[in-house]
T-cell receptor, first 116, second 109 residues
């Protein structure tokens, strides 16, 4: 079974530029999560999708961050414009809707963003 | 807001030693999960706990769901160099999924 795919793995941009990250979850997983992980901290949930609907986006800075999952499969996370404090690893995870699996998340390798 | 506090923050141990770490919350959690993160990778699920008092093992790892439902414990027996990494507890909070602060484990050969 293929894991969660993310691209790119690394991205360096200057502040005020735009950037987009892509995630393809495990096949059949209805729930998709985007996390921000700042160095030395645990992942912080930015947005959670179930199929193509948003379950929670309370911690998403909506003035600059946006995310979509149009067909209920892969997803993109965009930052526009980027700030220095957005430097972090952006992790995508997915989980199934079946029984206890709803809580068991599988993570991709992440995208390390550096904003200069 | 809800938080998961982990202790210790970091620890150095000798290869072969047993390791214990814990995770505490000010509010009740109905599910506890333990993940390990290696450098440059995403977290990997180690153990999931669903019932207060539950004790679950995965190889050399054993985790327990505290009976108060406000804490959880992870033990690693006979540590080996590949146990190095950051261990996170996590769970579905009232409004959103929460990760702990992490315990960084370093194993001295």
């Amino acid at each position: 079974e293929a894991g969660v795919a993310q691209s790119p793995r690394y991205k360096i941009i200057e502040k005020r530029q735009s950037v987009a990250f892509w995630c393809n979850p495990i096949s059949g997983h209805a729930t998709l999560y985007w996390y921000q992980q700042i160095l030395g901290q645990g992942p912080k949930l930015l947005i959670q999708f179930q199929n193509n609907g948003v379950v929670d986006d309370s911690q998403l800075p909506k003035d600059r961050f946006s995310a979509e999952r149009l067909k209920g499969v892969d997803s993109t996370l965009k930052i526009q414009p980027a700030k220095l404090e957005d430097s972090a690893v952006y992790l995508c995870a997915s989980s199934s809707l079946a029984g206890r699996g709803v809580h068991e998340q599988f993570f991709g390798p992440g995208t390390r963003l550096t904003v200069l | 807001g809800q938080q998961l506090n982990q202790s210790p923050q970091s620890m150095f141990i000798q290869e072969g030693e047993d390791v214990s770490m814990n995770c505490t919350s000010s509010s009740i959690f109905n599910t506890w999960l333990w993940y390990k993160q290696d450098p440059g990778e995403g977290p990997v699920l180690l153990i999931a706990l669903y019932k207060a008092g539950e004790l679950t093992s995965n190889g050399r790892l054993t985790a327990q769901f505290g009976i108060t439902r406000k804490d959880s414990f992870l033990n690693i027996s006979a540590s080996i160099p590949s146990d190095v990494g950051i261990y996170f507890c996590a769970g579905p909070g009232t409004y959103k999924y929460i990760f702990g602060t992490g315990t960084r484990l370093k194993v001295l050969a």
